[in-house]
């Protein structure tokens, strides 16, 4: 059972939104996807909450926060959300169970070195070579000076740079109805389901 991890230190960089939109993804494919939560804020959950009834099903997975443990049965396909802050034992509890960590990263100076530091965390705690790392680029606009300093921070990396997400507010208008790229119209995201073409290989490999 593929457990995919969405984790970065930094808050608002975005891991609500491919949490939520990798178990879409998944539910759409057909399998049976619980998406965990382990951020106090909660955010995977409440979004659970706004999904319209008829949609692809995505169960909740209600996730102790002293304790991470394997989903119950039945599940093929787990997404967990993290906290900002995540490191040391809570850290170690989550490379236990995942398959696949996810690395969301936006173009900020600040964003850029807490995770620059948090990668070297991952690589150094994760349990073995199976657990894949893979960063994605968020909230990018093409042609400005910070996403040229965040593809060149990324070229650094011993980790794999695995899509580029574009600034749109696309994500916005879906999350605050529970829906993900997935639940519409394909000609209504069409650049976005383009972008997201290399993430899917990843997640699917």
Not at 60 to 81: N, S, Y
Not at 92 to 98: D, F, G, R, S, T
Not at 108 to 113: A, L, P
Request: aromatic share 4%; hydrophobic share 40%; glycine share 8%.
């Amino acid at each position: 059972m593929p457990v995919i991890v969405v984790a970065n230190p930094k808050g608002g960089v975005g891991k609500s939104t491919l949490s939520t939109n990798i178990a879409g993804l998944l539910a759409h494919q057909g399998h049976a996807v619980m998406l965990g939560d382990v951020d106090r804020q909660q955010s995977a959950r409440t979004w659970l909450k706004l999904r319209p009834e008829g949609l692809p099903q995505i169960a909740g997975w209600d996730v102790a926060q002293d304790e991470i443990v394997r989903p119950p049965k039945g599940t093929t396909h787990v997404v967990l959300d993290t906290p900002a802050g995540l490191h040391g034992k809570r850290l170690e509890q989550v490379l236990k169970i995942a398959d696949k960590i996810v690395v969301p990263l936006q173009p900020s100076i600040f964003d850029i070195h807490a995770t620059h530091d948090f990668i070297r965390e991952l690589l150094k705690s994760r349990r073995s070579d199976k657990v894949e790392v893979g960063v994605i680029g968020m909230r990018i606009r093409e042609g400005t000076i910070s996403a040229d300093q965040l593809r060149s921070f990324l070229g650094t990396l011993e980790t794999p740079v695995v899509a580029f997400l574009r600034d749109t507010q696309n994500y916005v208008h879906l999350a605050a109805r529970g829906l993900t790229l997935w639940d519409v119209a394909p000609s209504r995201v069409e650049r976005d389901l383009e972008q997201w073409q290399p993430l899917i290989t990843w997640i699917n490999a």
